[in-house]
């Protein structure tokens, strides 16, 4: 199966007055199509500054890429102009930020924001981007989305911004969703719609989803691979039955035995095809 987006040997560089520093060192793997892969380690892994290298949009000047490739459909991005880049994100590259709050401007609408990709991309008038957001709201499962539309980021709730992402990210109905911690801070019930949300969509339309997360129950909800980084390297690659079945590394061990599934019995883990684990 040819990937649709492949990471080889990514670095970041971060340089300080203290020295030089490779928070992601030697990154690798392969996305394909209608598939989700996980990205799961620790706060501090190098998980989502691999995510934001993909489309590179690294949070300061201080980090940079500074070795590896990742190509797009055989396309090596690290050669295209930034104006071939903005073309990308968005279009072809959908982005969930890990904290949605932050992400979304609060000077401008909801409504506003997720007709702007729409607008940029597709062409389409202010009259029928607003429609489209409307409709993009609605399908993500949010109550009087004109009204939504209308309102402010400080309006709405963690999960009704949390599906206002969902909608900006899949307006376009991109190749790629890269979803960066899509869950945290939620309460159980939504996680579990915004997951849900997220692969009804990749099922309408055949999206890739790479998934950040620290939460090894989401990656068995929603994952058919799982890369397990550790301080910036991947230590275990793995399909998800495998990775519960039968953990490589001490470390995803340990990320294993601290689940409440295994500490509790409280948590029941339901791996695809793998029945139950920690029951």
């Known amino acids: 199966m040819v990937a649709i987006l492949g990471v080889e040997d990514l670095r970041v560089r971060v340089a300080s007055d203290h020295g030089t520093s490779y928070p992601v060192n030697g990154v690798s793997f392969e996305l394909h199509r209608g598939e989700t892969l996980g990205v799961v380690g620790e706060s501090g892994s190098g998980k989502s500054l ?80 607003s429609s489209r957001a409307s409709e993009l709201l609605d399908m993500v499962g949010v109550h009087r989305a004109q009204s939504v539309a209308h309102s402010y980021p400080h309006h709405l709730s963690g999960g009704m ?66 890369i397990v980084m550790r301080r910036g390297e991947v230590v275990e690659h793995a399909g998800v039955a495998e990775l519960f079945r039968a953990p490589q590394h001490p470390y995803t061990r340990a990320l294993l035995d601290s689940m409440p599934a295994r500490n509790t019995g409280r948590q029941r883990i339901i791996v695809p095809d793998e029945g139950v684990l920690g029951a």
Do not use: W
């Not at 940079?64 to 903005?86: N, Y």
């Not at 000077?107 to 702007?116: D, N, S």
């Not at 849900?196 to 997360?213: E, P, S």
């Not at 939460?215 to 799982?226: I, K, W």
């Open 50 to 129: 691999t995510a934001l290298s993909i489309i590179r949009l690294l949070p300061t000047r201080a980090l940079s890429i500074s070795g590896g490739h990742i190509h797009l459909d055989g396309v090596d991005m690290g050669t295209l102009p930034e104006r071939d880049m903005r073309a990308i994100r968005g279009r072809r590259i959908g982005t969930i930020f890990q904290e949605p709050m932050t992400a979304l401007n609060p000077a401008f609408t909801i409504g506003f924001q997720i007709a702007e990709p729409l607008r940029r991309h597709l062409n389409l008038t202010r009259r029928q981007a």
């Open 161 to 226: 911004r949390q599906r206002a992402m969902i909608a900006m990210a899949m307006s376009c109905k991109p190749d790629i969703l890269i979803a960066d911690e899509p869950t945290t801070a939620l309460d159980v019930t939504t996680q579990t719609q915004i997951l849900d949300l997220m692969l009804d969509l990749q099922a309408d339309h055949g999206t890739a989803i790479l998934l950040v997360t620290h939460d090894l129950g989401v990656v068995a909800q929603a994952c058919s691979r799982v």
